[in-house]
């Protein structure tokens, strides 16, 4: 499928409608569709065949193996062929991004399986090539913690650095169903979650299309991230790789809390790391500039500066810290700084204020650093400690800026910039890209690989489309969330039906659910070759054991189309 019949107008779309060219790959993926319901001897018409969409959700590693596992096992059943739209949120996403590699990977699942666990268990991305790539995205217009999150985490997980784009994937995309990549719009979130009922977080993106699934505002892929104003692009942009989209979609750091520390930590790493560079931006420098100041020093100002905000994190004076990056900045600057050190404040009520502000003091230190000296590699860690400070992920250009359309929330037209992120920190699971009316679902089957309450993807998602009058099946559970089954139908009128399978259940774990949760945490170091074998074994339970259960609620929805 030629990229070239993609509609590059460069024009932002606003519709409720799909693309033309997902019109055009469903009419000939429900062909597909129907061939596997004949060799499954379900009988219907071609009108009548189920528009099914399976949904990954967020789960980090566990996420990513788990989808793989579930995949393989569908594709043993005989009922990989009957799903029409595959999406996922966060960790589900970077099987997706491993599976799309490879043209119709359906169709040799097996083969494109052993590849993707040799990948995963065998040796990481050096250093060297994760940096190289960072500097990279450095270059962009804007630069967030989103790219050091692809470059030093992301490449950790999925052992690669993926420089294709959703684009290259359209290009040879004919047998697979079709993928739905999902972020939440983190300034929607926030209003949302303040009480507003106009905001739209949910954001999807395929090989086609980026943009918001429920006001039905778009824009090509290719141009996602592109400066756009009145609905026109100005300014190109490159389009993101897949490495960045992985960490874009997986980006659930961007919730702060414990994990600010998680990330200092991993920055602190980094800037020890770059010792050799260190040296040899000293080295340059001075061939330059014989009065510069030593590159090394300015350097042991930022690894302090890390150290500091850790110490402030864990609840420690950071006083002797301070002290010392601001003696070396004085001599760096000639006696000249921009620093509140705390407990220099002269009065009580003052000295009462004086609760260190951590952030102030980062950007200060920042500020005068910027001043001393300038090097790619010093410029690109004094930007990843900006975006810690104010803390910046998946900043990209707003495609809506300035647009005028009263269909579009207001606060989605007037800033030029918008910030994506992980769509699990508000839902983790993939739900309202494919509850879009367009897309016409009739079942959704949805693998929840959700660290918690097994039902909260779902007891959530009936939640919010109560309140946005979308049409979901009531929810109604027996079982605790400690000892979830592994197989869950819930149905209403005029709505999909719905199968929940939780990936850790009575079933395919006995009374071992916890020992099995505790062993695939969340956050945790990449997984042995056993580990990923266990888990997707534990993983594919769920569709053999359910097979004979799946095919009679794909044969129920068929009944309820041929009624209507």
């Given at each position: ?339 509140i050190i705390p407990g220099e404040k002269s009065t009580l009520a003052e000295k ?213």
């Amino acid at each position: 499928m030629s990229a070239s019949k993609l509609q590059e107008s460069g024009e932002v779309r606003i519709a409720h409608s799909l693309h033309m060219n997902e019109e055009e790959f469903v009419a000939r993926r429900r062909e597909t569709v129907f061939q596997s319901m004949q060799k499954l001897k379900i009988h219907c018409s071609k009108d009548e065949v189920p528009n099914i969409a399976l949904l990954g959700s967020g789960g980090g590693q566990r996420a990513m193996v788990g989808l793989l596992g579930s995949l393989v096992q569908l594709d043993k059943a005989g009922l990989l062929d009957c799903v029409l739209y595959l999406s996922g949120v966060s960790g589900s996403t970077w099987c997706m991004a491993s599976l799309y590699q490879e043209p119709d990977w359906s169709t040799k699942l097996e083969t494109v399986k052993d590849q993707i666990i040799e990948r995963l268990s065998g040796p990481g991305v050096s250093w060297g090539d994760a940096f190289a790539k960072l500097k990279k995205y450095h270059k962009k217009d804007f630069f967030s913690l989103t790219d050091v999150w692809a470059a030093i985490a992301i490449t950790t997980y999925v052992k690669e650095i993926d420089e294709l784009t959703l684009t290259d994937q359209w290009d040879h995309l004919s047998k697979d169903p079709f993928p739905i990549y999902t972020v939440i719009d983190k300034q929607c979130k926030k209003e949302k979650e303040k009480g507003g009922d106009k905001e739209d977080p949910w954001f999807e993106i395929s090989p086609l299309e980026a943009g918001y699934s429920l006001t039905g505002a778009f824009v090509e892929t290719s141009s996602f991230g592109s400066k756009f104003e009145n609905g026109s692009k100005k300014k190109p942009q490159d389009e993101m790789d897949m490495l960045y989209l992985q960490a874009l979609c997986g980006s659930a750091l961007a919730d702060r809390g414990e994990i600010f520390k998680f990330l200092w930590e991993i920055i602190k790493d980094l800037f020890e790391d770059l010792t050799p560079v260190i040296e040899s931006d000293t080295f340059e420098e001075m061939r330059k500039e014989p009065k510069a100041p030593p590159a090394y020093k300015c350097y042991q100002v930022l690894i302090d500066l890390v150290e500091v905000n850790l110490a402030v994190l864990n609840g420690k004076d950071p006083s002797a810290l301070v002290q010392t990056i601001k003696t070396t900045l004085e001599e760096l600057g000639g006696g000249k700084n921009h620093l509140i050190i705390p407990g220099e404040k002269s009065t009580l009520a003052e000295k009462q204020a004086a609760k260190f502000d951590v952030k102030k003091f980062t950007e200060h230190v920042i500020k005068d650093l910027s001043c001393l000296f300038s090097s790619d590699s010093f410029d690109l860690v004094l930007s990843i400690c900006k975006c810690m400070t104010q803390w910046i992920w998946g900043r990209n250009y707003n495609f809506l800026h300035k647009m005028k359309n009263e269909t579009v929330p207001p606060g989605l037209l007037k800033s030029e910039t918008r910030d994506y992120i992980d769509a699990g920190l508000l839902l983790n699971s993939p739900y309202f890209s494919v509850l879009r009316e367009e897309r016409d679902i009739d079942l959704i089957i949805s693998l929840d690989f959700s660290e918690g309450d097994p039902f909260m993807t779902v007891k959530k998602t009936q939640k919010l489309c109560e309140e946005l009058n979308i049409p979901f099946p009531e929810v109604i559970l027996k079982e605790k969330a400690k000892n979830p089954k592994d197989f869950y139908v819930f149905k209403g009128k005029n709505a999909p039906t719905v199968i929940h399978i939780p990936l850790f259940n009575v079933v395919n774990c006995g009374e071992n659910i916890e020992a099995w949760r505790n062993k695939y945490d969340t956050i945790q170091g990449s997984y042995s070759r056993k580990k990923i074998t266990d888990l997707m074994d534990i993983a594919g339970k769920n569709i053999s054991n359910n097979r004979e259960k799946l095919l009679e609620q794909i044969q129920a929805v068929i009944d309820q189309k041929r009624h209507k």
